[in-house]
Nanobody
């Protein structure tokens, strides 16, 4: 069992930056691949990025490449999403998730989810 809690969301101006954190507790953190997803009002939840157990491999959705970066600290049991050059279309609730299958883009393959943190980007 893993519990995940996101933090760091807020309101930012277009072009600004935010750093989201996801704190984990429970089972051994380092054995999970981690992912970030987001869901905007009226839209389906979509994949943002995923990071493997060590943090040395990442996959990114095309719309965030060059702007978002994932990292993790297994000693602190935390995973991070650093966002820069934010756009109004990035406005969404951002969720972190943990998968025993390792890094994956498929939301169905994640075992545990946080409750999300709101990111709002103003124009």
């Amino acid at each position: 069992q893993v519990q995940l809690v996101e933090s760091g969301g807020g309101l930012v101006q277009a072009g600004g930056s935010l750093r989201l954190s996801c704190a984990a507790s429970g089972d051994t953190f380092s054995k999970y691949g981690m992912g970030w997803f987001r869901q905007a009002p009226g839209r389906e939840r979509e994949f943002v990025l995923t990071i493997n157990w060590s943090g040395r491999r990442t996959d990114y959705a095309d719309f965030v490449k060059g702007r978002f970066t994932a990292s993790r600290d297994n000693m602190k049991k935390e995973v991070y999403l650093e966002m820069s050059n934010l756009k109004p279309e990035d406005t969404a609730v951002y969720y972190c998730a943990a998968s025993l299958l390792g890094m994956t883009m498929r939301s169905q393959e994640y075992d545990y989810w946080g409750q999300g943190t709101q990111v709002t980007v103003s124009s």
